[in-house]
């Protein structure tokens, strides 16, 4: 065991201890070690980012009073501007439409952060689409009920009442929905499988501790379904390189893709087809860990407070999603040029005289959605079942 902040030096007269690593103790972390020793010396770092992230008490997700958006660690879409919101609200209309505009219309949102994008969705609806806003049955579902609190707090605010359910109590339903499923930085906030390619077998990085400190340890797969998910797939990481494996994003689609009797599913995210996210020069993976917008060096440092990311496997989710179609990927930029961006900021240059200061912003926004290196280079993965992907307005770009 190294020097650690657990030192006792009451006992052992000023023994070398790591002071520094006091600063970077999280309330999580000796539970962590004490789950660590209770698994016989390691977990997945699966379990670990479950906890990080969703220790119901002190994960990132889960814990009382997240900050979002600007004053917190990164910025999401929704959190830019609600343009975003009104243009996937457009989006909805017209999968509403396409579905024989159904008198009961289910729009589900799936970790729903703050609940601004629903809002921004709703608040579109009412506005310029009052037929479909009758017929819109909104339900935010989420996996702690912290969040659940603060978003029902947030859409009552702007006037609007949605179901607030935890997703595992609401896909415990029986009944089936027609609607649409949307989602945007949900499945990339899943916890993932680390593994490395050496040679013909596949490794598997578990979490280990030392006294109060966390570190990887190789060891051999800790599911068949790591390598089934390959086996699936018809390939490989490169020889030597980390890889996440989403098990729980693949379980996530599987089961949210099984309560649509008829509709859409809509998920916006970070992440490519497996041929892209596991191509032989890709030699570290995408795991980013995340505090006040910089990236951080240790995705094991200080759990529960940094947030951790990975980019999804598109195709992987595709095909959990069983008796959908699914289209051709498309960025961000391309979805929401389809759906109108150019057009609504031709038409707010209009009154750029009256409010420059307005329109400088407005365009900021739509730059800050598209930008290539950014929030643009998300991808979404439209899947539609019992209702046409053709022409799709958000596909425009692609299929025409
Ligand atoms: C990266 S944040 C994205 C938030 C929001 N969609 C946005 O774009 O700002 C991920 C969200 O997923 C939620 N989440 C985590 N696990 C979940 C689960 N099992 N079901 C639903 N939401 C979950 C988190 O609480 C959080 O609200």
């Given at each position: 065991?190294?020097?650690?902040?657990?030192?006792?030096?009451?006992?052992?007269?000023?023994?070398?201890?790591?002071?520094?690593?006091?600063?970077?103790?999280?309330?999580?972390?000796?539970?962590?070690?004490?789950?660590?020793?209770?698994a016989?010396?390691?977990?997945?770092?699966?379990?670990?980012?479950?906890?990080?992230?969703?220790?119901?008490?002190?994960?990132?997700y889960?814990?009382?009073?997240?900050?979002?958006?600007?004053?917190?660690?990164?910025?999401?879409?929704?959190?830019?501007?609600?343009?975003?919101?009104?243009?996937?609200?457009?989006?909805?209309?017209?999968?509403?439409?396409?579905?024989?505009?159904?008198?009961?219309?289910a729009?589900?949102?799936?970790?729903?952060?703050s609940?601004?994008?629903?809002?921004?969705?709703?608040?579109?609806?009412?506005?310029?689409?009052?037929?479909?806003?009758?017929?819109?049955?909104?339900?935010m579902?989420?996996?702690?009920?912290n969040?659940?609190?603060?978003?029902r707090?947030?859409?009552?605010?702007?006037?609007?009442?949605?179901?607030h359910?935890?997703?595992?109590?609401?896909?415990?339903?029986?009944?089936?929905?027609?609607?649409?499923?949307?989602?945007?930085?949900?499945?990339?906030?899943?916890?993932?499988?680390?593994?490395?390619?050496?040679?013909?077998?596949?490794?598997?990085?578990?979490?280990?501790?030392?006294?109060?400190?966390?570190?990887?340890?190789?060891?051999?797969?800790?599911?068949?379904?790591?390598?089934?998910?390959?086996?699936?797939?018809?390939?490989?990481?490169?020889?030597?390189?980390?890889?996440?494996?989403?098990?729980?994003?693949?379980?996530?689609?599987?089961?949210?893709?099984?309560?649509?009797?008829?509709?859409?599913?809509?998920?916006?995210?970070?992440?490519?087809?497996?041929?892209d996210?596991?191509a032989?020069?890709?030699?570290?993976?995408?795991?980013?860990?995340?505090?006040?917008?910089?990236?951080?060096?240790d995705?094991?440092?200080e759990?529960?407070?940094?947030?951790l990311?990975?980019?999804?496997?598109?195709?992987?989710?595709?095909?959990?999603?069983?008796?959908?179609?699914?289209?051709?990927?498309?960025?961000?930029?391309?979805?929401?040029?389809?759906?109108?961006?150019?057009?609504?900021?031709?038409?707010?240059s209009?009154?750029?005289?009256?409010?420059?200061?307005?329109?400088?912003?407005?365009?900021?926004?739509?730059?800050?959605?598209?930008e290539?290196?950014?929030?643009g280079?998300?991808?979404?993965?439209?899947?539609?079942?019992?209702?046409?992907?053709?022409g799709?307005?958000?596909?425009?770009?692609?299929?025409?």
């Amino acid at each position: 065991m190294t020097a650690s902040a657990d030192t006792n030096i009451e006992a052992d007269d000023f023994a070398l201890a790591d002071e520094f690593a006091l600063a970077t103790r999280t309330p999580l972390l000796p539970l962590l070690v004490g789950r660590i020793e209770a698994a016989g010396g390691r977990i997945t770092f699966a379990e670990f980012m479950a906890q990080a992230l969703g220790h119901p008490e002190h994960g990132y997700y889960s814990r009382a009073g997240l900050t979002w958006g600007r004053d917190g660690d990164y910025e999401t879409s929704p959190e830019v501007h609600p343009i975003f919101g009104y243009l996937w609200a457009r989006q909805a209309l017209e999968c509403w439409q396409r579905l024989g505009e159904p008198s009961s219309f289910a729009l589900v949102e799936v970790g729903c952060g703050s609940g601004v994008f629903m809002r921004a969705m709703l608040t579109w609806l009412r506005v310029r689409a009052p037929r479909c806003f009758a017929a819109v049955r909104p339900v935010m579902l989420d996996g702690h009920p912290n969040r659940l609190v603060d978003q029902r707090t947030h859409l009552a605010g702007a006037g609007f009442e949605a179901e607030h359910v935890l997703t595992a109590d609401w896909l415990a339903r029986p009944d089936r929905i027609t609607g649409v499923v949307i989602s945007n930085e949900f499945f990339d906030a899943l916890p993932v499988h680390l593994i490395r390619r050496d040679g013909e077998t596949l490794v598997e990085q578990y979490v280990a501790h030392d006294g109060d400190a966390v570190h990887f340890v190789d060891g051999p797969l800790s599911t068949p379904a790591i390598e089934a998910y390959f086996a699936r797939l018809g390939l490989q990481p490169g020889d030597g390189a980390l890889a996440e494996v989403g098990l729980a994003a693949s379980e996530a689609m599987h089961a949210l893709a099984s309560k649509v009797e008829s509709g859409y599913v809509l998920s916006i995210d970070y992440g490519y087809p497996a041929r892209d996210l596991y191509a032989s020069w890709r030699r570290q993976g995408t795991l980013m860990a995340f505090r006040r917008h910089s990236p951080q060096p240790d995705p094991l440092a200080e759990p529960g407070r940094l947030d951790l990311t990975v980019h999804v496997d598109f195709t992987s989710l595709a095909a959990a999603a069983e008796g959908f179609a699914a289209a051709p990927l498309v960025s961000q930029a391309e979805a929401l040029m389809a759906l109108g961006l150019g057009d609504a900021l031709r038409t707010a240059s209009q009154h750029a005289a009256a409010d420059a200061q307005r329109f400088a912003a407005d365009r900021r926004a739509a730059e800050v959605l598209c930008e290539p290196e950014g929030l643009g280079r998300i991808r979404v993965l439209a899947l539609a079942k019992g209702a046409s992907l053709d022409g799709l307005r958000c596909l425009r770009s692609v299929i025409g």
